[in-house]
């Protein structure tokens, strides 16, 4: 007889942030495929018996495939097993949930999705600040910075001219590519821009910043994965509602949001070279 599979989102890091449903989750498992950004706190809701196998997946570095990641959940499932997936932030968010889905349901075996909070939206809580305002943030766009494909590039100026917030995942490694397509576009160089890294967790970083310094702020701060941006006139008051958080942040990283300066000249006129030779490669 076969198991069963939970997809279970473990939240941003926080582990307090987890769901009621999540730990019920991981209290029935017999084994749990934990991915690299799962705090190690999550895994205590889990019985003295489970099997804890990590199965890590992160930008840039060695990572399990997904492919045997696949087949493992498979495996363990047919033989009557519990088995919890747990993912950082929300499974259905850049998650890879679809491949997994896929073969579970080819091998005719039961799942459930539990959702957990993705990294945009603690970001946004980080900072104290909604992802949309009546006003300057009709919506939200959750769109990834990583793309194999310079075609499968967002329309990102249609997105924010339509007053989307935009929350973009893994977009460190090609922050040049789309923030360039983004203002080669036409979208406003100053349209305020968030970094949070690594939110809601104790070494939590915000950097206030603008759409035409995002490039030259993720190099001066040396801005490390996981972080998360957020993109529009929804988070021009960021740095107020920051201020005036009703509830103390937890560490003096988070308590303030670091200002980007302007751009040097030098490098405002390499920018421009840069920009201008993209442009013409585009054109040939």
Same mark, same amino acid.
């Given at each position: ?20 449903? =999540? ?25 003295? &018996? ?11 570095? $060695?990572?399990?495939? @997904? ?10 499932? &047919? @033989?009557?097993?519990?088995?919890? /997936?747990?993912?950082?932030?929300? %499974? ?10 896929? +073969? ?20 946004? =809580? ?27 590039? %967002?329309?990102? @100026?249609?997105?924010? +001219? ?29 349209? %305020? ?7 809601? @967790? ?19 701060? &040396? ?10 006139? $929804? ?12 509830? $103390? ?21 390499? /920018? =421009? /070279?840069?920009?201008?030779? $993209?442009?013409?490669? /585009?054109?040939?």
């Amino acid at each position: 007889m076969s198991g069963r599979v939970y997809l279970v989102g473990a939240g941003p890091g926080d582990p307090e942030l987890l769901t009621l449903k =999540a730990v019920r989750a991981l209290r029935e498992a017999h084994v749990v495929l934990v991915d690299d950004l799962v705090d190690a706190a999550v895994l205590l809701h889990c019985s003295a &018996q489970v099997r804890v196998v990590y199965v890590g997946k992160r930008g840039g570095c $060695a990572s399990t495939p @997904q492919d045997f990641i696949d087949r493992l959940i498979v495996r363990e499932a &047919q @033989q009557g097993h519990t088995v919890v /997936r747990l993912k950082g932030g929300d %499974p259905s968010i850049f998650g890879r949930a679809a491949e997994e889905i896929a +073969a579970i349901c080819a091998a005719g075996i039961a799942y459930e999705i539990i959702p957990g909070i993705t990294a945009g939206s603690a970001a946004a =809580a980080a900072i104290g600040t909604p992802l949309t305002d009546r006003a300057s943030g009709h919506g939200v766009a959750f769109v990834t910075g990583h793309l194999a494909d310079d075609a499968q590039l %967002p329309q990102w @100026q249609t997105l924010l +001219a339509a007053k989307l917030t935009l929350v973009v995942y893994m977009g460190l490694g090609q922050a040049s590519k789309w923030i360039l397509s983004m203002l080669d576009g036409g979208s406003n160089p100053d349209t %305020p821009c968030i970094i949070v890294v690594r939110a809601s @967790q104790r070494d939590e970083r915000t950097i206030e910043t603008t759409l035409g310094k995002l490039d030259y702020a993720i190099v001066l701060h &040396q801005v490390p994965s996981p972080a998360v941006l957020l993109i529009g006139e $929804a988070m021009r008051n960021a740095a107020h509602a920051l201020h005036y958080k009703n509830i $103390a942040p937890t560490n003096d990283m988070s308590a303030t949001l670091i200002a980007t300066p302007d751009i040097p000249a030098k490098r405002r006129s390499m /920018r =421009a /070279r840069s920009v201008s030779s $993209a442009a013409t490669t /585009r054109k040939l």
